[in-house]
Nanobody, 120 residues
Framework: QVQLAESGGGWVQPGGSLRLSCAAS????????MSWYRQAPGKERELVARIFGASGITNYQYSVKGRFTIFRDNAKNLVYLQMNSLKPEDTAVYYC?????????????WGQGTQVTVSS
């Protein structure tokens, strides 16, 4: 059974930093594209950052470029989101996602989410 478990959320003042972690189990982690999404109250879930399994290529939402870094440790089945220079508008529930398409069949898994609150 595939499980994704996020941790590392919490409260931080504007300008502060947090590191989110996502531990994956039940999957061949290295072949999955791993992503962080977030959902703020009253808003749709949006992609924050993505990292591909084989190449390590990363993509970022424009609003977090230069502030957030996604990286992974395939040996430990972990993906991280380092968040620096946090802003109040970064407040949201952050979700870890694992995705792959094999022979045209998608596999898509989500964690339960972790709350990040940025306020003074």
């Amino acid at each position: 059974q595939v499980q994704l478990a996020e941790s590392g959320g919490g409260w931080v003042q504007p300008g502060g930093s947090l590191r989110l972690s996502c531990a994956a189990s039940g999957v061949t982690f290295s072949v999955y594209r791993m992503s962080w999404y977030r959902q703020a109250p009253g808003k749709e879930r949006e992609l924050v950052a993505r990292i591909f399994g084989a190449s390590g290529i990363t993509n970022y939402q424009y609003s977090v470029k230069g502030r957030f870094t996604i990286f992974r440790d395939n040996a430990k089945n972990l993906v991280y989101l380092q968040m620096n220079s946090l802003k109040p508008e970064d407040t949201a529930v952050y979700y870890c996602n694992a995705n792959r398409v094999e022979r045209g069949i998608p596999s898509d898994y989500w964690g339960q989410g972790t709350q990040v609150t940025v306020s003074s």
